[in-house]
């Protein structure tokens, strides 16, 4: 061109090319491109596009895609140009091409934005042009099959209803009820409307049909829609009831329902005296129009009071209780109406004659009205007769939350087909969440006709039943699409994400466990973060389930990238040490040894931990495997240390049955005994029932150097305890004395109280449990490690003792108690509290109860003193030694406060669940001796947290006093923390009779949990419920309000107080330097609690469990 004198553009080249593409000359429009791009000629998209369309247009279809191709490198951006090529395309009825070219397109910038998808875009030209509904789904399952995007039947049956006719419409829900979609009443409204609005009887009867036909079995329920859309407004155009009746009939609705549907006409039409008729005649009828009927009818005088008697009497038989509420509102707005004295004397008398009831609140303004209309007084003393107490079927949601599944059923019961949908969504939730499948479902179905919104709450609920109790993936799948898509600032279902990825496991489908995850945490990874999981502990247990099916139905590998895959995504933290141990477990069940020890190695580089060592250390013996038995025992001494490893390979030989390698690793030279390791091996062996192997651990360690005898005696008579078996017991003890070993008072007092469990006494004094607890100072396990520490201390330096009494407790050594309390001593003279505090609680996560018992006879402050003795009840659960603690508790229960914590109580339930009752036994001991409920608020705190909800009820029954002392500041935190709304509804509900005041913490906190889940109905509702509990506007927190604030803000409500009530709350507490809403607040209701309770309630527990995470739990 440019040798013809010509000044060629893009849009010159786009003609040329067009010409070309109409012949099917492709490698002419190649050329073209190339030249261009010589010439420095820049394409648009539009130019390319233009001759996709082109091509279609002349039939020439196969080089389209290089064309595509050639969009894809110049086009990078998902813009305007493709979505006008694709409607081109459309309109032309080339739909393949069209979704040819959507499928080529960037869609990279819908990626984490909910809400937003492309592909319905696609659906809305498909549907706009009126394409065939059968090519639109094919589209559709191309979308979701190729392209990962979901577009659900209920988006395309919208986009139906409102750019096409009903048919078409119709058509495409036929194609939901064949998938087994729900279909909702609401679907059919704007049909019906519109061939009511244009008087279209033919119309309005297709649609009824199409109706009838999608919601076949559930006629009844749809005799609503039908006169609400349909019958009702073609009535009030003029058109003749007998001609509708007709049409519905013939439109294929059953023969009672159209009986239905004529009464509800004729009471539109006022024509009571033939309904009265028909309802004695046994005419069904729906209670719930007649109800509507009466009340807007009668005050539009259509009615006579004679005739409205005679319907209500006829029907009374049918009508729920609460109809009264409805008969009341008619008699009064007939009494508004212009009446003559006359009239209502004679409307009066006729009530009073049929015995009609009227609510009690009614009788002041329908007597006023009687004496404006200048009734006799006598007859208005005679309506007495008539007024009776409302029966609460209009309940709060507070009343609903605390009833019973059985009473909400029964008032469910009492209602005869109102309907109740405060009653019926907060049965529907309690269904959900106690796992009752067919009653949730049979809910669900009467719900789903009337067209019930459901909030996403509710999905959530339903979603989980779906996939945790049901096992159903498709159901679970698509509460999960109607969260994205209904409600995608709702970020609050991860529990349903990761029941539905275990579902999806089950079946092996990996790759889509995978995107389901991946999707949610695209969508929500910041709502995690808040939640807590990417800090804590909430879905461990749930991440761990995945590991465990993962496990069963895929190979180690698969394992192993779920577990990275779970933590790269903030779904739990990533060094969790049970999903280490689990993808341990898998590859150990695989047997490949090298990949063991790869494993293993990562986890000791990543972690600094060794998950499963004593099971990689057992199967590299049994196979024999000398050279990979030692390179795991090198890794495994990195973090363990040499002497506590060598320690468990021996464990693990005697395990194996290799008695002989056992005893050789023995005879290593300057090998000690460490307590830690060797313990655990008894446990072990003791906690699987191996009396030979334990037997033959206490046999070959007899003579290693340093070893406490008498823990491995105690620990082998424990077995032999367990089994019953005195004799046995009795020979084992017969070796102290042969040893000339001195058994501390707690063997003497354990071997005492189980003589006398059998009904025998023990030969020899039973030492007192204050005796047991004043153990002997603890000689320095490692000489080396000490001197270290020593010097360290010699520079002042803690944090680096600290250091290396970390490392000592990896490898099972310790420092010795006379250097502790130095240690301790000169952290007191510097008065550096929170490094005492940290260096305690580090002795207690290690079971030095030696050094905290050394530590406790120094000269200590109230608080520290309190914060040791609580570390000690640690120490002794972590030392598995806790029964011992017990003991002395039960004979002291006057300490117990000293002791006591909500950490020691949840970790005792991990730890020793089998203790908990003794703890609780000593508890209510302790206040039934001291009047004290501020340890029984622990005990209040720990069934709360734990929804032992029979345990708490039980509880409060016998110590009623306990309200008025617990920390409702720490258990909301907690609940919030755990996003548990029952939690802090059970809160609400023990203490709502209570002041008032005692409701701010749990009110505020619920208030905050529903914005944190961006539900700003049920947080409205909440803020409504907490003013109607008692509470000021004042009372409810100011980063409260503004939260609420924010999200009605967002979601375009208006704000349920005065314009500036919360600006000039906050501007007030700013300029009085207020502290934050928590303390304050917290203050009010807990003035009776110690310092150091308080510092403890400042941490909140990542899970149910409280997990060994090595902080300490009140600095």
């Known amino acids: 061109m440019s040798e013809s004198g010509m000044d060629p553009t893009a849009d010159t080249y786009k003609t040329l090319m067009c010409g070309l593409a109409e012949k099917g000359d492709i490698a002419g429009v190649q050329e073209c491109i190339k030249e261009a791009e010589r010439a420095s000629i820049k394409f648009y998209g539009r130019h390319l596009y233009d001759v996709v369309v082109s091509m279609a247009s002349n039939g020439q279809n196969e080089g389209i895609d290089e064309i595509l191709s050639q969009i894809k490198e110049k086009v990078s951006r998902y813009n305007q140009d493709a979505l006008n090529c694709i409607f081109q395309l459309v309109a032309e009825g080339h739909d393949d091409i069209a979704y040819r070219v959507f499928s080529a397109m960037d869609h990279s910038r819908f990626q984490g934005q909910p809400g937003q998808s492309p592909c319905t875009t696609l659906m809305r030209i498909m549907i706009i042009k009126g394409r065939p509904v059968e090519k639109v789904l094919e589209i559709r399952n191309k979308l979701q099959t190729d392209n990962k995007f979901s577009v659900s039947l209920e988006e395309i049956a919208n986009l139906a209803f409102h750019y096409q006719h009903s048919g078409y419409a119709l058509k495409v829900l036929e194609a939901m009820k064949k998938e087994g979609c729900d279909i909702k009443q609401h679907y059919f409204w704007p049909v019906l409307k519109d061939a009511a609005e244009s008087r279209n009887v033919k119309g309005a009867m297709e649609a009824v049909a199409g109706l009838v036909k999608c919601m076949e079995g559930k006629d009844d329920l749809v005799v609503g829609t039908i006169f609400r859309w349909a019958i009702k407004p073609l009535l009030l155009k003029g058109e003749p009831l007998e001609t509708l009746v007709s049409g519905v009939r013939d439109a294929g609705l059953p023969e009672a329902e159209v009986e239905m549907l004529k009464i509800a006409g004729l009471l539109s039409l006022g024509k009571l005296e033939e309904v009265a008729k028909l309802i004695n005649a046994g005419t069904k009828f729906s209670p719930a129009i007649l109800k509507s009927e009466l009340v807007q009818s009668f005050s539009q005088s259509k009615f006579n009071s004679v005739e409205l008697i005679k319907v209500i009497q006829a029907a009374q038989s049918q009508l729920p209780s609460h109809f009264i509420d409805a008969q009341s509102g008619v008699l009064l707005g007939n009494l508004k109406t212009p009446l003559t004295q006359a009239t209502a004397t004679k409307l009066v008398t006729e009530w009073i004659n049929a015995d009609l009831k009227l609510f009690r609140n009614f009788e002041k303004p329908v007597k006023l009205e009687l004496q404006r209309l200048g009734v006799a007084s006598e007859v208005i003393q005679k309506m007495n007769s008539l007024f009776v107490d409302q029966l609460q079927e209009q309940i709060s949601t507070e009343e609903l939350k605390k009833a019973s599944i059985e009473e909400m059923e029964q008032r469910l019961e009492r209602s005869k087909g109102f309907r109740v949908p405060i009653l019926e969504r907060t049965l529907l939730l309690k269904y959900g969440r106690a796992g009752m499948v067919e009653k949730a479902d049979s809910l669900k179905r009467v719900l789903d006709q009337r067209g019930f919104i459901y909030g996403p709450d509710i999905l959530r609920t339903l979603g989980t039943l779906a996939a945790k109790d049901k096992k159903n993936l498709e159901e679970a799948l698509t509460y999960k699409q109607q969260l994205e898509t209904e409600h995608p600032s709702f970020g609050s279902y991860a529990i349903l994400v990761l029941h539905i990825a275990n579902l999806q496991l089950k079946a092996k489908k990996f790759e889509d466990a995978l995107s389901t995850m991946q999707r949610f945490s695209s969508l929500h990874l910041s709502n995690l973060q808040k939640s807590g999981a990417a800090d804590g502990y909430i879905n461990a247990d749930l991440c761990r389930s995945l590991l465990v099916t993962c496990s069963e139905e895929f190979e180690a590998a698969k394992v192993h990238q779920l577990c990275d895959f779970l933590c790269q995504n903030g779904f739990v933290k990533e060094d969790t040490f049970s999903l280490a141990n689990q993808v341990m477990i898998a590859y150990i069940k695989k047997g490949d040894a090298d990949e063991i020890l790869a494993v293993l190695e990562n986890y000791i580089t990543k972690l600094n931990k060794a998950p499963q060592f004593s099971e990689v250390f057992r199967i590299l013996i049994e196979k024999e495997d000398a050279d990979r038995l030692q390179k795991a025992v090198d890794l495994v001494a990195t973090v363990s240390g040499e002497m506590s490893t060598l320690l468990h390979l021996v464990a693990s030989f005697i ?42 651990l206490v046999e070959c360690t007899k003579t290693l150097q340093g070893i406490d005898r008498d823990e491995m005696l105690l620990q082998l008579m424990r077995l032999y305890a367990k089994r019953k078996d005195t004799k046995k017991l009795m020979e084992v003890f017969s070796l102290y004395e042969e040893e000339r070993i001195r058994p501390r008072p707690r063997t003497l007092r354990y071997v005492a109280k189980v003589l006398e469990s059998q009904g025998q006494h023990a030969p020899f004094e039973v030492p007192s449990a204050e005796q047991v607890l004043e153990e002997s100072p603890q000689p320095a396990s490692s000489d080396t490690l000490e001197t270290a520490a020593q010097d360290a201390f010699k520079e002042k330096d803690v944090a680096k003792i600290m250091e290396i009494k970390e490392k000592m407790d990896a490898q099972g050594e310790e420092l010795s108690s006379k250097f502790v309390t130095n240690v301790a001593r000169f952290l007191l003279t510097r008065k550096d509290n929170q490094m005492f505090r940290k260096f305690a609680h580090q002795l207690a996560e290690s079971g030095d109860t030696a050094g905290l018992l050394a530590i406790r006879k120094l000269t200590l402050s109230k608080n520290l003193d309190q914060f040791v003795h609580q570390r000690l009840f640690l120490a002794y659960l972590y030392k598995n030694k806790i029964e011992e603690l017990l003991d002395y508790l039960k004979e002291n229960p006057e300490h117990l406060s000293k002791y006591l914590t909500m ?21 209510e001991t302790h206040y039934e001796k001291s009047d004290k409920s501020l340890i029984a608020g622990l005990l209040y705190n720990f069934y709360m947290i734990n929804a032992k909800t029979e345990e708490l009820d039980n509880l409060l029954k016998k110590y009623p006093a306990i309200k008025d002392r ?13 996003q548990k709304e029952d939690m802090l509804q059970k809160v609400i509900e023990i203490h709502q009779c209570d ?8 009110f505020n906190q619920m208030l905050l949990l529903k914005c944190d889940q ?27 309000l503004q939260t609420l604030a924010s999200l009605l803000t967002g979601n375009g409500q208006p704000l349920p107080w005065q314009p500036g009530m919360l600006e000039k709350r906050a501007a007030s507490e700013s300029s009085s330097a207020r502290k934050p809403d928590i303390s304050s607040s917290s203050s009010s209701d807990d003035d009776s609690s110690s310092d150091s309770e308080k510092e403890e309630a400042k941490e909140i527990p990542k899970s149910n469990k409280i997990q060994n995470t090595r902080k300490p739990d009140a600095v």
Do not use: H, M
Request: aromatic fraction near 6%; proline fraction near 5%; charged fraction near 30%.
């Open 655 to 696: 395990e194996c049955n290799k008695i002989r390698q056992a005893r050789k690793v023995l005879e290593t030279p300057g090998l000690r005994a460490l307590t830690k390791p060797l313990t655990e091996a008894c446990e072990r062996f003791l906690n699987s029932d191996k009396e030979k192997e334990l037997e033959q």
């Open 903 to 923: 950490t020691g109580i949840n970790l005792l339930n991990e730890k020793k669940p089998e203790l908990l009752p003794s703890l609780v036994s000593i508890i």
């Open 966 to 978: 617990v920390r409702l500041s720490y258990v909301c935190q907690v609940a919030r923390r755990l």
């Open 995 to 1002: 002041n008032p005041r005692r409701l701010i913490v749990p």
């Open 1014 to 1040: 961006g539900d700003w109905i049920s947080a409205l509702d909440c803020y409504k419920s907490a003013l109607k509990s008692g509470l000021t506007f004042e009372d409810l927190w100011v980063r409260s």
